[in-house]
T-cell receptor, first 113, second 115 residues
């Protein structure tokens, strides 16, 4: 049973467009929600993260929106660039429980020039 | 350079032949963890360690062993590998910052094929 469900599995967007990736979780004890970006042949790298006491966090072109009542959070990539083409993973953890991350299944994003 | 180093990057082995994948970090991080990545399943935690001599099972620990004798090293041991352990493996480390924000630093991965 996957505790963090991510959609879509893949996404194609034109350069300059908006990429939106959605995640839903089940465990209400989760209190930290990071997004990781992974390029081919590389390990995932932390992109941006949010805590549930905040509804939105923005860093550059990347924004996390968080809806605690719906147990959903999403990543928006504004003005998508070809260099953003990568696989994106949402994750959730309980910070007091040893930093154990539970990942979503991943979304492969392709930004066309 | 702050990093997590895994070796080897690629490994092909036969069923039942014991193997060890090494992991070392140079950031003095307390937390270390092993994940396997399979298509459509994301990354699943195998084992994690909160500090030296403190390890615990993750979501998919069957068939794996770990040890944490030194803070910087966290090897993953497959005593008797089977084909269903063919996967991409990542080691990761993170500081213990209490309830503050933190993130994992991942290694570059080890692609293991068991035939």
């Amino acid at each position: 049973q996957q505790q963090v469900k991510q959609s879509p599995q893949s996404l194609i967007v034109q350069k300059g467009g908006i990429s939106i990736i959605n995640c839903a979780y089940e465990n209400t004890a989760f209190d930290y929600f990071p997004w990781y970006q992974q390029f081919p042949g590389k390990g995932p790298a932390l992109l941006i993260a949010i805590r549930p006491d905040v509804s939105e966090k923005k860093e550059g072109r990347f924004t996390i929106s968080f809806n605690k009542s719906a147990k959903q959070f999403s990543l928006h990539i504004m003005d998508s660039q070809p260099g953003d083409s990568a696989t994106y993973f949402c994750a959730a953890s309980i910070r007091a429980a040893g930093n154990k991350l539970t990942f979503g299944g991943g979304t492969r994003v392709l930004v066309k020039p | 350079e702050a990093q997590v180093t895994q070796n080897p990057r690629y490994l092909i082995t036969v069923t039942g032949k014991k193997l060890t994948v090494t992991c070392s970090q140079n950031m003095n991080h307390e937390y270390m963890s092993w994940y396997r990545q399979d298509p459509g399943l994301g990354l699943r935690q195998i084992y994690y360690s909160m500090n030296v001599e403190v390890t615990d099972k993750g979501d998919v620990p069957e068939g794996y062993k770990v040890s944490r004798k030194e803070k910087r090293n966290f090897p993953l041991i497959l005593e008797s590998p089977s084909p269903n352990q063919t996967s991409l493996y990542f080691c990761a480390s993170s500081p213990n910052q209490g309830l503050g924000n933190y993130g994992y630093t991942f290694g570059s991965g080890t692609r293991l094929t068991v035939v």
